[in-house]
Nanobody
Framework: QVQLVESGGGLVQPGGSLSLSCAASGTIYSIYVMAWYRQAPGKQRELVAVVTSGGTINYADSVKGRFTVSRDNAKNTVYLQMNSLVPEDTAVYLC??????????????WGQGTQVTVSS
């Protein structure tokens, strides 16, 4: 099995910054895609940013220019630097990894999520 653990959420004022990280562990053979999603109360889960093992990156339009995703393949970790935060960024942020485990099963794995609240 593959486990994902997010960290770094919290409360921040509008205009502030937060940095999230998500570390994968367990019976990992290879991780292909790592991504950040978010889900606000009463809203559907939405993709925030995605990075492939080859370094291809895509962002949701709502976060372009404000958020930066990065990945350390050696550490099986993905990061999300969030700047110029606005109240609309308030949500639970979840990490997802598309990974191949050592028993050669490839599937999506999800973390438990970390709360980000942007409020004055």
């Amino acid at each position: 099995q593959v486990q994902l653990v997010e960290s770094g959420g919290g409360l921040v004022q509008p205009g502030g910054s937060l940095s999230l990280s998500c570390a994968a562990s367990g019976t990992i053979y290879s991780i292909y895609v790592m991504a950040w999603y978010r889900q606000a109360p009463g809203k559907q889960r939405e993709l925030v940013a995605v990075v492939t093992s080859g370094g291809t990156i895509n962002y949701a339009d709502s976060v372009k220019g404000r958020f930066t995703v990065s990945r350390d393949n050696a550490k099986n970790t993905v990061y999300l630097q969030m700047n110029s935060l606005v109240p609309e960024d308030t949500a639970v942020y979840l990490c997802k990894a598309n990974a191949l485990s050592t028993n050669y099963v490839r599937k999506d794995y999800w973390g438990q999520g970390t709360q980000v609240t942007v409020s004055s």
